[in-house]
């Protein structure tokens, strides 16, 4: 796994932390407006990075799209927790 890839996954999962977190306040905060508000753009740039990760890379769940190179890649690539 080159430095790109590694970087790109690190974005990917301080965004899901960001998201997560947020989720949790909101589950007893749910009028919080600013805290909704955060909590949608850190889903928004969660996706981004997400779609960025898998159309360079490859997938990165075994449930969604795959093929960058138009065959099923789930196996030949590292997997999320090799990384």
Not at 1 to 9: E, G
Not at 49 to 73: A, P, T
Request: proline letters at 4%; glycine letters at 4%; hydrophobic letters at 40%.
């Amino acid at each position: 796994m080159d430095n790109a890839q590694c970087a790109l996954m690190k974005k990917i999962c301080e965004m899901e932390f960001v998201a997560i977190e947020l989720q949790l306040y909101l589950d007893t905060h749910p009028c919080d407006s600013d805290a909704l508000n955060d909590y949608n753009c850190a889903v928004d740039v969660l996706r981004k990075y997400q779609l960025k990760y898998e159309d360079e890379f490859g997938s990165i769940m075994e449930i969604g799209h795959h093929g960058v190179n138009g065959k099923w890649d789930w196996v030949n690539s590292p997997w999320p927790w090799q990384m």
